[in-house]
């Protein structure tokens, strides 16, 4: 049984017997092919069992293995490798097959390459997971046949490994790592012109070329005979939130990712910067209910928490209620704390209901209100009309395009901060704003 299961015909012995069904055909016409047909079925019967002997004669021929990553990371190209060696005593035509996990509908996977004896190779290719969740591979399927290419011998390796999807970690490292290489700007984040100081308090030091000369501490330039200043330091240990609404509005997609995802991406690349620089972050989400609240911490393992409860986030297909979100905030964060919303608004009349809580909020909170522009009616605006009917639909995309930033203008004029985004750079503005916030001290 188990012989059945990895016996295979290979493609090229079918064309070995329409090559004979040729002789055959032709010796019809032609009496003299007829004996040399049948010396060619005799020897193609003859290697057809060599070539069984090849292939099952040694146990073990090949080995495979598939590495996975302990977490693919959402919405990113993740690594998948495979190694493969082989022990036969010829060269080895493989081919392989790896079933993807159903969530990438891929179903023409196909790798080949050529093993000689004893002869290691490997090979990479990428996933994109566009959902968070649990990911099954299936079997590592892998297909040898020997030069002859009359049958193939499958060997299955790693059956149904399962790998978790999380936010993307990618990105939180990338932001991560250029924010302590100090190249923020090459990914266009901006440096903050400081207005005066934060309230911290640091040190004195003796004054190097560059200091301002505002911060001069003549008492202390008198003590020691020569010019000191005083440095200050950023606030430290102020609590930031990150606000997620998983209502029906942010089901929207934009390059296969929800809305919803590209939030939680951004959420955790900034509660990292924001961990980074001393501050407590904090996680709220909502829709009808309140679903997940995790209070402001400075701890370095608190990343970890966040990440988690941003797993298991889901998009909920009701309307969310504001004002409960109010009601909750200002009953468990009751110290003033930067208030990072990500919602999204599609018409006035939606931004109109929940403005009074939004104004409520903004009163005893920094808050920054994020939605996000859709950039498939910006690229109708930006397209070449070719007929009436092109230009209607135009005039109606360039209609949302405006109400859109009619809305953002709308909060600015309450005093609102407000970041209006394509969803590919949400993480780039998000982290500018909190930069700006935190340099112009107003937390």
Known sequence: MQFLKSFYIHNAFFKYIALLSGCFVISYWFPVIYPIAWILTMLLLGLFLFDIYLLYGMGNGLWAERILPLKLSNSDDNIIRVYLRSSYRFKAFISVIDELPIQF???????????????????????????????????????????????????????????????SIIQMQRYDFLAIDNRLSDIGLKKIRRIGHTQEFEQIKEYVHGDDFRTVNWKATAKHNQLMVNQYQDERSQPVYSIIDTGRVMKMPFNGLKLLDYAINSTLAFSNVALKRKDKTGLLTFSKN?????????KVTHLNSILEKLYNITTAYTDSDFALLYTYVKRKITQRSLLLLYTNFEHTSALERQLPYLLALSKKHVLVVIFFENTEL????????????????????????LEKQLMQKRLRQYGIQTILTKPSELTIHTINTYLEIKARGLL
């Open 290 to 298: 309140i679903e997940t609240f995790v209070p402001a911490l400075q």
């Open 378 to 401: 910006e690229a109708l605006v930006d397209s070449y009309a070719q007929d009436l009917q092109s230009i209607y639909h135009q005039t109606i995309a360039e209609k949302f395009v």
């Open 105 to 167: 509908q891929k179903r023409d996977f196909d790798y080949r390459t050529a093993l000689h004896k004893n002869e290691n190779q490997g090979f990479q290719y990428t996933v994109r997971p566009v959902d968070r969740g649990e990911y099954v591979f299936g079997n590592l399927n892998v297909f040898v046949s020997s030069p002859f290419k009359i049958i193939k011998r499958k060997f299955v390796f790693q059956k149904d490994q399962m790998v978790p999807v999380y936010p």
